[in-house]
């Protein structure tokens, strides 16, 4: 459907009223989904014509082209643009000196030239507008700037003096949490493991570039902005922009149908958002087009934390847990708080009575973090999972049987049943798929010059639902009008993960009707609010609002409605779900090889089985499973990136020096998973599966590499200069 018919749509339907389901929703009866249909965007993807934020057709476009502060912290004081705006094909360049005065500068990330200040090294201190992308690129390149500059700190250090614990971690946790005397127990277990893990800054980069075209247009009475922008929540990058303007919510549209890949770092807008509008604010009725190159992603959309986790565990003589105590010191930025959950996961992942979990942070003179793919439960689940491998080998028993001994029968933190835990069952299935049996003691397998290894570890991540989000359903005539058939209507996002074949498969089965008489219409904020694509809640959020709103329609009009008839739904409440403690879960196996000479480490296999509710459409599930796990690979593997603390900025700052893994670094990998809807979670029974399948991949390879060479590295990434220096 055109960007012109969906506001159509939203002003004919403006008034539609919103059914809230007072029940629970019955559980779905499927037909579609568990299948693996042709993705709906496929021949879109493949062809070349779905449309990313760049590819708009939008006539006469301008380019933005940002200049980025040359010191860590500091002050502008000079800005010479004469040669620039001088330059044939310059509309404007903006700095702090006269860029448009924003309504709101709460939000220090987006409070974009309003100041002469500099935070960080990156940071953007001036904009050229420019008729085409290579005039703006050279005019950036002519203007002169002069700092101040001022002593940074940019080094995370666990004996900083000036450590605080945040009031929260993300989402919404406590900092700190303990239960028991850990102290005590500690003390007194005949088996205890103490160990320090670390992790470095690593950095989301997904294959579409930050992107935001922004066009401002109408009356200084009544303003209108409309931006194609490559985001992860439509809805949510109005809801934020909106009063950063001054502007209304209503005179703001946001359109997104196709997204390349997030990783979270797509998950809220930043400041490129609003640059781009504040140059199409001074170079007004003009679409104005501003795509982040790969190097400037590094500084401004967003990075994981590097983590120092102190892991401290100790157990009976038979492997049982009596005390685990989680403690993580991490980074922030000065100018804005993000505080990572890193240790909440080892709240209720095994059962022990007397449990700790920490978080402090440093502020520093660096970009404000984000998240990326399992914020929290990627990195402290390395931590964790690791030292419970360190755990078996204090203990004497196998790394599996350690964690069965140790599966809690309830939630440890709330007490609450399971809706649905199967971790012991997807350990012993890994365990029998992938030839558990043929492990051998650290560093007694060798085949030739290799060193050969296995390891495992589980993964966890909660299932969440979010709240807010609206869908609509309107039967289609056909003929001049569209396709016959049922519109139905959500802001959603795609990452290309496969929202625009799932939420048809589920609306098809939510409404009684064939696949092929769903069309979908997402990302758009001129459709029905929708929750922002993060945290594994996308299909659990807006598969229940479709699954509600097309069984209001159903009630109101019943199995023939006419031609036109609407309803609109709001995401369903479950009353009885907050009585259960809802998670998916998973084993993890990898097979790591040690070359003896050079410090080489391969991982020709891979192998998950997880327990996440109903998968909705296999085929992509397994892409999303998969994804997740060589994501997690690449963390324990490759992804660091290098600070210099001198200058203050990541100087691996392109894929030729941020390593990832390539094809031939990912050779047999594979996942699988427990065929056990979730009666508790949504109707359709599925808890996300977009983390669960990074979270524990690290631990996997890192205890594998010990199981190979009896060497432990605690350091990621693990590299060969660092088996070798071992």
């Known amino acids: 459907m055109s960007h012109a018919n969906a506001r159509d749509t939203a002003r004919t339907t403006a008034t539609t009223p919103t059914t809230q389901p007072s029940e629970p929703l019955k559980p779905l009866d499927v037909r579609y989904v568990g299948t693996s249909p042709q993705r709906v965007d496929g021949r879109q993807k493949v062809t070349g014509t779905a449309l990313y934020a760049w590819e708009h057709p939008l006539p006469d476009p301008l380019f933005v082209a940002p200049l980025q502060a040359a010191v860590a912290r500091g002050r502008v004081v000079e800005m010479d643009t004469g040669r620039a705006e001088a330059l044939d094909g310059v509309l404007a360049v903006l700095t702090p000196y006269n860029a448009p005065r924003l309504a709101d500068t709460s939000d220090a990330e987006l409070a974009v030239l309003q100041s002469e200040e500099v935070a960080f090294r990156g940071q953007f201190v001036g904009a050229v507008v420019a008729e085409t992308p290579q005039v703006a690129r050279q005019a950036a390149d002519l203007v002169d700037v002069v700092y101040e500059q001022r002593p940074h700190d940019t080094e995370l250090r666990t004996d900083r003096p000036d450590l605080y614990r945040p009031e929260t971690v993300t989402p919404a946790y406590p900092a700190d949490s303990e239960d028991g005397d850990v102290d005590a127990a500690l003390a007194a277990a005949p088996v205890t493991v103490d160990v320090t893990y670390s992790t470095p800054m690593e950095h989301n980069n997904p294959m579409e570039p930050h992107t935001c075209v922004a066009l401002w247009e109408g009356s200084d009475s009544a303003p209108r902005l409309t931006l194609y922008d490559s985001t992860q929540g439509a809805h949510q990058v109005r809801t934020v922009l909106a009063p950063v303007f001054g502007l209304p919510a209503e005179s703001v549209r946001v359109i997104s149908p196709h997204v390349g890949g997030g990783f979270g770092s797509k998950g809220m807008p930043h400041a490129h958002n609003v640059l781009a509008v504040l140059a199409a604010r001074v170079c007004e009725g003009r679409p104005v087009k501003l795509a982040l190159t790969r190097q400037q992603m590094f500084s401004l959309v967003g990075h994981r934390t590097p983590t120092v986790q102190r892991v401290r565990l100790g157990a009976d003589t038979r492997g049982r847990l009596t005390a685990l105590c989680h403690d993580v010191v991490e980074q922030t930025s000065r100018i804005k708080e993000f505080a990572e959950q890193t240790a909440v996961h080892a709240r209720t992942m095994y059962a022990a009575d007397n449990r700790r979990t920490s978080h402090r942070l440093a502020a520093l003179d660096i970009p404000v973090p984000s998240w990326m793919r399992a914020p929290g439960e990627a990195p402290g689940m390395l931590a964790s999972e690791a030292a419970m491998d360190e755990l078996a080998v204090a203990c004497g028993l196998d790394p599996i049987e350690l964690r069965v001994r140790n599966d809690p029968e309830t939630d440890p933190e709330t007490g609450r049943p399971w809706s649905g835990r199967h971790l012991v069952q997807c350990l012993r299935t890994g365990a029998e798929r992938f030839g558990w049996d043929r492990r051998t003691a650290p560093g007694t397998r060798r085949e030739g010059d290799w060193f050969v290894g296995l390891g495992v570890a589980s993964s966890t991540y909660p299932a969440y639902t979010l709240p807010g989000s609206v869908a609509e359903i309107e039967r289609r005539a056909g003929g001049a009008g569209g396709p016959d058939g049922y519109a139905v209507r959500i802001g959603a996002a795609d990452l290309g993960t496969g929202t625009w074949t799932a939420l048809t498969q589920i609306a098809a089965d939510a409404l009684n009707c064939s696949f092929g008489e769903v069309h979908l219409e997402i990302g758009d904020t001129d459709l029905p609010a929708a929750s922002v694509a993060g945290g594994s809640s996308g299909i659990n959020t807006w598969g229940s609002t479709v699954v509600a709103a ?13 031609p036109g008839t609407r309803t609109r739904a709001a995401t369903p409440s479950d009353p009885d779900l907050p009585n259960y403690a809802a998670h998916s879960y998973g084993a993890q196996f990898a097979e790591v090889r040690v070359h003896a000479g050079t410090g080489e480490i391969r991982v020709p296999r891979m192998l998950g089985v997880f327990s996440a509710g109903r998968i909705i459409n296999p085929r992509t599930a397994r892409s999303q499973f998969i994804g997740g796990m060589v994501m997690g690979m690449s963390m324990a593997r490759f992804e660091e990136s290098v600070f210099d603390h001198g200058t203050g900025h990541v100087i691996n700052h392109d894929f030729a020096q941020y390593h990832v893994p390539t094809n031939a670094d990912v050779l047999d990998v594979d996942a699988v998973w427990l065929d056990e809807p979730d009666p508790h ?37 693990v590299t060969p200069d660092k088996m070798l220096r071992a």
Do not use: C, Q
């Not at 029974?685 to 594998?704: F, L």
């Open 550 to 562: 097309s069984r209001a329609f159903r009630e109101e009009h019943g199995d023939d409605p006419a």
């Open 681 to 717: 979670a949504n109707p359709m029974g599925a808890k996300g599966i977009g983390e669960i399948g990074i979270t524990g991949s690290p631990a996997a390879v890192v205890n594998a590499v010990y199981n190979a060479t009896g060497i432990r590295v605690r350091d990621l990434p």
